[in-house]
């Protein structure tokens, strides 16, 4: 039996591709981890172990991918096979375990990702291009225009700001086509954003890469994307009213600083742009906006995936010239398993020093508070 047998049986029985994903790239750190010390490679029958249990999971992606309602669950499935392929890859280079059967499954499943990312990889490919001309843009526009699954046309947002180094190359005309439709398209997004998740992390996306292709219509929808309660949306509308030295309402900013996930970055913005002034002082307290660094950090998907449910301050520290606020927190993400409910350490530093790694606060209690901050300085700061 593989030593590898339990990540294979919790991945066989999973529906859920992300999380499957995610522990195969776990088990792909192990390999590439393994293949860095090559006195001991992994033994023959590991290798083989690996390859047969990725195989057979691509044979079941065959199949499930074309079975998919939405674009959002066959992006999760594009991401594991991803994930399949890597493991495969690094199980070993030893050839003769790579059967016929196991490259016309990957030829296959590689066959059917291109033609289901067709759409990806036609803005993709414009983006790699050497220069994007008027009609290139029309031609992926028109595309955009034609699909009706959110998320897969919010994939167009996402892949600019992945390429936004690249939109230097394109001609003024192939701007302007651009900034036509992300005006129109987030029209239609922030009329939809409120009662629909899908518009919304579209139009998050479209508020952030719009700043490439600004006209004065695209400044009106960020003036009105600044009365949403949605503040992942309206920060990013800021940032560009801000590097355009717009009029921002106060209003909008006391809210942004309220929130802890992003007052800390709100602040940033501001301090960036020299509008600190416009930023509450009862919010730009140091302890605040430690504590905001810390929720910001937590909410990452591969974190806690939500704000902590409770949060308070340990303590501070000086380590290295950098000033550390420690905290301790609670919260009951699925991401954290066993340890749900219990307070756990995290930290933000002054110079960006911002981590937590689920460890218990009871792992480092002493006999004083006093002592108890000392000891995680101690253990995991120093």
């Not at 294979?8 to 522990?23: G, I, L, M, P, R």
């Not at 595309?143 to 994939?155: F, N, P, Q, S, T």
């Not at 950098?322 to 609670?330: A, D, M, Q, S, T």
Request: proline fraction near 3%; charged fraction near 30%.
């Amino acid at each position: 039996m593989s030593k590898f047998e339990t990540f294979f049986e919790n991945a066989k029985n999973s529906d859920d591709y992300e999380q499957n994903a995610h522990v195969i790239e776990y088990l792909g750190n192990i390999l590439k981890s393994i293949a860095q010390n090559p006195k001991k490679p992994l033994p023959p029958e590991e290798t083989h172990a690996i390859r047969e249990f990725a195989a057979a999971e691509m044979k079941r992606l065959l199949n499930a991918i074309p079975k998919a309602g939405t674009y959002r669950e066959k992006d999760t499935m594009f991401y594991y096979e991803n994930s399949l392929l890597m493991v495969y890859t690094l199980a070993g280079k030893d050839m003769c375990d790579v059967s016929d059967e196991h490259i016309k499954t990957i030829e296959a499943l590689v066959k059917l990702i291109n033609g289901e990312r067709e759409f990806e990889n036609a803005v993709e490919s414009m983006l790699k291009s050497d220069k994007v001309e008027k009609a290139d843009a029309d031609a992926v526009i028109v595309k955009a225009k034609k699909i009706k699954d959110e998320y897969l046309r919010g994939k167009l947002y996402q892949i600019l700001n992945e390429y936004k180094e690249n939109i230097k190359i394109f001609t003024p005309e192939a701007k302007n086509v651009f900034s036509a439709y992300i005006a129109e398209d987030m029209e239609k997004l922030l009329k939809k954003a409120e009662s629909s998740a899908e518009a919304a992390n579209s139009l998050e996306l479209a508020a952030d890469v719009c700043k490439y292709f600004i006209n004065d219509k695209i400044f009106k929808i960020l003036g009105k994307i600044l009365t949403l309660k949605i503040d992942s949306i309206r920060y990013y509308a800021l940032e560009t009213l801000l590097k355009n030295a717009k009029e921002l309402p106060s209003e909008t900013v006391a809210e942004l600083a309220k929130d802890l996930s992003y007052a800390s970055l709100t602040y940033s913005l501001l301090v960036q742009y020299g509008k600190s002034e416009l930023f509450p002082k009862e919010y730009s307290t140091p302890e605040y906006l430690a504590k905001s660094d810390m929720v910001h950090w937590l909410i990452f998907p591969t974190e806690l995936n939500k704000e902590p449910d409770e949060i308070e301050l340990l303590g501070t520290a000086k380590v290295k010239n950098e000033l550390y606020h420690i905290f301790k927190y609670k919260s009951d993400s699925e991401n954290l398993d066993d340890l749900a409910g219990e307070w756990l350490i995290g930290w933000s530093g002054n110079m960006g020093g911002t981590f937590s790694n689920f460890d218990k606060l009871s792992d480092f209690k002493e006999k004083t508070p006093e002592k108890t901050l000392k000891n995680i300085v101690k253990k995991l700061l120093k």
